[in-house]
């Protein structure tokens, strides 16, 4: 008993040493040029254009052709979802494409909200501008930006949006969003040279929000926008408010998370582990290791050879919705892969579901959205981002069925201004999507809370 604590104690004192050396760095960044050629003479076109969604008869003809061109592959008998996208569900949904879906009406729903274009640094930038309706005498809105991730969209914001701009609860805040498209992904500009990362993206989204006006912003992200956000943080600590995310893998492991998982387990108070936390961390073999090997095969193609597997995607709706799909029912939750139709339409419609794959189709952009890996992971993992702390006030989103699970020690040792840590009642991976009122409760009550600090000081 004495010896288990004092291994306790030597434990929690390194622990505590270790968090309490770093010191405050800010990353550094410079202007890029990720258009075409050389750039221009002359200073950055900073005119703003508003932008429509819009189809046309041309592409829909051109889908349906490709669709009716497909060449089915059964399945396995009792594969379910084990060996990727079920061949006989996937026929159901591309018939529901091909003949209920309807574009038209999806690309209305699209343009509710107001889009604009911008040039920065050579990439024309797409993004949602959503203002309040109506604000409190004597209050204003809150800047906030909101970045999604891959394969997902800026539409994933779409049921979150109005309860951030138009909260029903009198105490509320209310909120001025901004949601815009990675250079590359759905309608902003891909990238023409290598080497745009997150970065790159955090600092054109920071030329983005001057631009629209904002000192000052609060900032969301999960999935590549946890990251974007994250880096945006790291650039310009003074103008994020605060940091929201939902997402939040350990990008510098250390000693301190080594040893959770080596003891964690046997001694879980010791690194304030939850019962959730045994369960989704242990046997760490199985949960660590095995499970993420299952599910990250696609990284491993898209963070070495993007452009191949790329191609065919984007010559072929039908293997560009089973891509796509395929991890909104895993991503959701790993039970799913157990189930013949994925458990796609137990937390989404198919017209959501839908929507999201045509912003990639008629956009064309799954090819350029694959190399954000490419650019991310190919810098090798000790980018001087990945081995900086953020001090910027943070909440966390802890969904159960996120990815990989990440426990409270393990968002600190980054984020060590950690405002709010709350484990949510349900949600896996495309949260914000899946359950915008628990997101939208979260982010609410995190704000409030810096905002009711910062008036304190």
Known sequence: MFTELLVCLLIGGLICFLVQRSRKQVLKTEDGWWGPGAPPDGGEDVTIYPFKVSTSDKELEDLYTRIDQTRPVPSLEDSQFNYGFNSQYLQKVVSYWRHDFDWRGQVDKLNQYSHFKTNIEGVNIHYLHVKPKKVPVGSAAIPLIMVHGWPGSFYEFYGLIPLLTEPTEPHDLVFEVVCPSIPGYGFSEAPH???????????IFHKLMRRLGFQQFYAHGGDWGWLVTTNMAQLQPKTVRGLHVNFAPPSKPGLPLALSVMLGNRFPKLFGFTDMDVQRLYPCMDKLVVETIKESGYMHIQATKPDTVGRGLNDSPVGLAAYILEKFSTWTSRDFRNLEDGGLTRKFSLDDLLTNVMIYWTSGCIVSSMRFYKENFGKGLNAPHSKMTVFVPTGFACFPNELMHTPKLWVKQK????????????GGHFAAMEEPQLMAEDIQKFIKLVEKKKKQQ
């Open 193 to 203: 040279k290598k080497g745009f990362d997150s970065v790159c993206a955090a600092h």
């Open 415 to 426: 984020y060590r201004n950690l405002v709010t840590f709350t484990p949510m009642a349900r």
